[in-house]
């Protein structure tokens, strides 16, 4: 299908298929309102492959040839060459080679102390994505927010994604991943800990958006390269069962760069996957493009011009733990590649910090002993010996101990400042220190010199710049811009420490539902 | 388009000749034709101090591009430079025949008062040109391609030992790639209108005779080179004794040593932008070609070997891996590694950088590919019981071998790896 010059009046313009820009869809699309999705993108990123071996085997089985391992391990265009990013692990193995610095040069996104992540591929960042789902708690929210609904929203979700683990905040029955025999001695110590512990330090299993049923994980332990089952949610896996609806229609490849506001709706500009620029107008507009290409879009449109604002970040670190009784243990073989454990953890009286703990068994020793200040030699020897017994602790703090701003210039460059000040830094040293207590309580110790931060949005979780500048209301409504919606993570209030992307996901959810219920969407159809 | 070059056999003459035909230009040679194009160029024998062959065909000819010089030793009194008559012949001809344009190969060092003949002379060749269409190319320092002329010399000179004395080693130098410019010359011939009729064609952005000999040296001799400053007139006095010495020859021409000596700095920046011509750092432009891919693979074993403890026996499929990895992270520069560490890789392990440099990305990339090698993969992943004497014994001979090497790598990677 190639792009109109003019969408019809009953037509819905969402830009964007990640799981935001997706589950508005779907909820638009059940309440009988034509939609039309625009995405840069022509395909997901991550692949189904069924016959991929299991992480251990890859490792283990001669029978393999170097070929095979390549192939799996680094990816056919050997993403997994790419070294020396101080980002996410996930990054370097799970996306195409080029794609990120694609993504910010086809956005005109520039930074500086700062490292702006993004796929332009159906689906979104949910290509990458751990998958690592939270319910935040109502005190996350201002007051005014309409909480309620979005629990019903998370609810609504709960039903149509698969999931698996528990979440503190609502009590939900679903099925468990089995527990890795890394974690067995730190959740039977916590157990057997006292309530006051508990309250600074709890620790439970995460919550995950991955399909533990037949079909789904099959435990081969190498989440971290991408699912080869599908089993982790894809927002790019559900589009082909929405589009089946007449009246969901999909764009591939047109990069929307600019809107410009007419008396009658939008003008939208940008260009297409074969390079061609194109141009076309539309009445309701609304945004899922991502934190920063949705900030980029309304602020272009709102002639925002070097106006900096404030986008949040939650700031993340990382450390390794040894727990000396596994220590010469063997690995095991099947397991699950993403944490087994979450500990919700008390960094100050203020802030709080939400931690992941991995099987390092499960990650690439290339990623990990790049932490290490030893020799190559002496980090591949201390971290292959420690490997059964280490366990990699991913720990994120509120957005609201980050110091991002953004702003646009008048060539429509977003530009991306990041920074750590005194205040940031002082709550990374607190949570590295409580951490290493709280840890060691649970029978777990720091490996020294392994806790190591990451720069401002190498781990991703961004957004919140439209709602803190006040542009958007918490229903997602951009003001001044009648008709324009923005309902990616760029309209949560604030960010917690915890996964943001359910929650944004719930949002939008509720914000298209909210929209269907006033009729904002809806009313011109019946004219 | 129809060119007349002269001294086309000579270092920059084979590639002016090259880049021409490329361009699908007529070539013809005013004296010896290179071998590799004996079929494609017509040529006419002629040296600077013999008359000029009469059949040429002028009528067809656009522009001339003189390189030919002839180099000999002291005149005798009443003598003319040969290169002055052969030229000033040259000139009267083209001028008879009124061709369009008529490009004088010169140097950056061309000055009346210049500290080498070369210069002097060019200086004086410079003053024959007259009119908007008679240009001189000013040539900075031509480096790559064959390592002949003063280029050769400087490879020689540069692997000789890891240690260099040299004359005035932070002296600026305007290097050149040698097909940067044969694109320049031709262009300098072909363009429809000069704005100027001096050229200096060398990059605008100098560095230091230092840098480029370092540069050589880590390109084609996989070595970090020292450079110590000399003072010249003892240097001069060296190498005029070591020519004397039977067996070497005139492997170390003073006149060269005296042309770089007295190399002033000349601002290109215009020109360039006229003629088009990007001029890449040296550093960069040095790397280009087979002689890296060479040390390129070097880098690779030797990296590689040392990731694995020797586990590894790096084959094809490593290399090739490794290859792409430098391109995919943008590390194509060479890292000079020292002998030493080239000859038994597992002494990095004194010298290992400790901040991020190239070296410390290129050792990443060599982990990753050892890690998905069979070799890595069986070695890294302990999926059997290994027992937890072994593995304290593990960590402690690393750990005492990591805190003894430590003040060691916190010395050397700062000696190494600035």
């Known amino acids: 299908m190639t792009l109109p010059e003019q969408f019809a009046k009953d037509e819905v313009i969402i830009i964007g298929t990640g799981p935001t820009g997706l589950v508005a869809a779907k909820a638009l699309a059940n309440a009988n309102v034509n939609v039309v999705m625009i995405d840069a993108g022509l395909e997901k990123s991550s692949h189904t492959d069924l016959q991929r071996p299991s992480l251990a085997r890859l490792r283990t089985d001669g029978n393999i040839t170097e070929d095979e391992r390549t192939k799996h391990l680094l990816g056919d265009d050997l993403k997994g060459l790419f070294v020396g990013l101080n980002v996410s692990p996930k990054i370097r193995l799970c996306t195409p080679v080029g794609s990120v610095s694609a993504y910010q040069k086809g956005n005109d996104i520039q930074s500086s102390g700062f490292v702006p992540i993004g796929t332009e591929a159906l689906g979104g960042l949910s290509n990458v994505w751990g998958s690592c ?10 007051d005014d927010f309409p909480y309620d609904d979005l629990c019903a929203s998370y609810r609504r979700l709960f039903i149509d994604m698969h999931f698996c683990g528990e979440t503190p905040e609502i009590s939900t029955d679903l099925p468990n991943m089995p527990l890795g025999s890394h974690f067995k001695g730190l959740s039977d ?24 049923g037949p079909t789904g994980c099959n435990q081969c332990a190498a989440c971290m390269w991408g699912c080869p089952q599908s089993a982790i949610y894809n927002a790019a896996d559900d589009l082909p069962v929405l589009l089946r609806q007449p009246n969901v229609k999909l764009l591939k490849g ?23 620029p194109f141009r076309s107008r539309a009445t309701h507009i609304i945004l899922a493009a991502g934190a920063l290409v949705t900030t980029k879009l309304v602020l272009g449109c709102l002639e925002k011009f070097a106006q900096p604002i404030r986008m949040e970040n939650s700031p993340a670190f990382a450390a390794a733990f040894i727990d000396p009784n596994r220590l010469g243990k063997a690995m095991d073989p099947k397991t699950f590649g993403m944490a087994h454990l979450a500990a919700d953890m008390k960094v100050n009286a203020e802030i709080s910090s939400h931690v992941l703990f ?42 609201r101990a980050s110091l991002n701003t953004v702003s646009l210039n008048r060539d ?45 949005g190498a781990e991703v979780h961004y957004g919140a710049a439209l709602h803190q500048a006040g542009l958007c209301t918490s229903d997602g409504a951009i003001k001044g811009l009648p008709n324009m919606y923005a309902l990616d993570s760029s309209v949560l209030p604030s960010l917690s420490e915890k996964h943001h992307t359910f929650s944004a996901m719930a949002n939008a959810d509720r914000i298209a539902r909210t929209l269907i219920a006033r009729h904002d969407l809806t009313q011109q159809i019946g004219e | 388009m129809h060119l007349l070059v002269t001294g086309a056999n000579g270092y920059i003459g084979q590639e002016v000749v090259r880049y021409a035909l490329s361009q699908n230009y007529q070539v013809s040679v005013l004296g010896t034709v290179p071998e590799d194009f004996s079929e494609c160029v017509t040529g006419y024998d002629w040296r600077l101090d013999q008359p000029l062959p009469e059949r040429l065909p002028w009528k067809n ?26 030229t000033t012949a040259l000139l009267s001809c083209v001028r008879n025949h009124s061709i369009k344009r008529f490009v004088l190969a010169s140097t950056i060092s061309a000055r009346p008062n210049a500290l080498n003949k070369y210069g002097r002379l060019k200086a004086k060749l410079e003053s024959l040109l007259d009119g908007p269409e008679e240009v001189s190319a000013r040539i900075g320092l031509v480096y790559g391609g064959a390592l002949k002329s003063m280029w050769g010399t400087l490879v020689k000179l540069s692997g000789i030992s890891s240690i260099l004395p040299m004359v005035d080693p932070n002296h600026a130098v305007q290097p050149i790639h040698i097909r940067e410019l044969a694109y320049g010359l031709c262009r300098l011939a072909t363009k429809d209108s000069l704005q100027s009729t001096r050229y200096t064609l060398a990059a605008h952005n100098s560095i230091s005779f230092r840098d480029a000999l370092k540069a050589i040296a880590s390109a084609y001799h996989g070595s970090i080179l020292k450079v110590v400053p000399l003072p010249g007139s003892v240097l001069l006095f060296v190498l005029q004794t070591l020519n004397k010495l039977p067996g070497i020859g005139h492997l170390f021409n003073p006149e060269r040593l005296l042309g770089l000596m007295g190399l002033p700095v000349l601002d290109s920046k215009d020109g360039l932008a006229e003629l088009g011509l990007d001029i890449a750092d040296m550093r960069d432009g040095i790397e280009l070609g087979q002689i890296s891919r060479r040390r390129r693979l070097d880098e690779a074993h030797t990296l590689l070997r040392y990731v694995s403890s020797g586990n590894l026996a790096p084959k094809l499929s490593h290399y090739r891996l490794y290859l792409t990895g430098l391109k995919i992270n943008g590390l194509q520069a060479i890292t000079p590694l020292p002998r030493t560490v080239r000859a038994a890789p597992a002494l990095l392990r004194f010298c290992e950088p400790m901040n991020q440099t190239p070296l410390k990305r290129k050792l990443e990339l060599a982990t990753v590919i ?37 003040p060691c790598r916190k010395l050397l990677s700062k000696v190494f790896w600035p």
């Open chain 1, 133 to 142: 789902s939270s319910v935040w708690s109502r005190h996350e929210f201002p």
């Open chain 1, 189 to 212: 110590r916590f157990a057997k800990t006292r309530p006051e512990f508990q309250k600074s330090f709890y620790v439970h299993r995460p919550l995950y958006a991955v399909n533990t």
């Open chain 1, 254 to 276: 047109y990069r929307i760069d600019r809107l410009q506001r007419m008396e009658d709706g939008y003008v939208l500009t940008g260009i297409s996957a074969n390079g061609a």
């Open chain 1, 358 to 399: 991995y099987d390092a068994g499960t990650q690439s020793i290339s990623d990990l002993v790049r932490y290490m200040p030893f020799s190559r030699i002496g980090a591949l020897s201390i971290s292959s010996a420690l490997l059964p017994a280490m366990t990699v602790a991913l720990g994120y703090l509120p957005g």
């Open chain 1, 412 to 456: 429509h460059h977003l530009h991306i400042q990041g920074a750590l000040n005194d205040d940031s830094r002082l709550y990374f040293r607190q949570a590295r220190q409580t951490l290493a207590k709280n840890m060691r309580k649970l029978g777990s110790w720091m490996l020294p010199g392994s806790f190591s931060v990451f720069d401002p």
């Open chain 2, 61 to 86: 000819i656009k522009a001339v591009i003189h390189l030919a010089h002839q180099w000999h030793g002291d005149l005798k009194v009443g003598e003319q430079d040969p290169n002055l008559t052969g």
């Open chain 2, 370 to 406: 050892y890690e998905t090698s069979q070799q890595g993969s069986k070695k890294l992943y302990p999926y059997k019981k290994v027992g937890p004497l072994k593995v304290v014994a593990t960590l402690i001979l690393n750990g005492t071998v990591e805190t003894v090497l430590w």
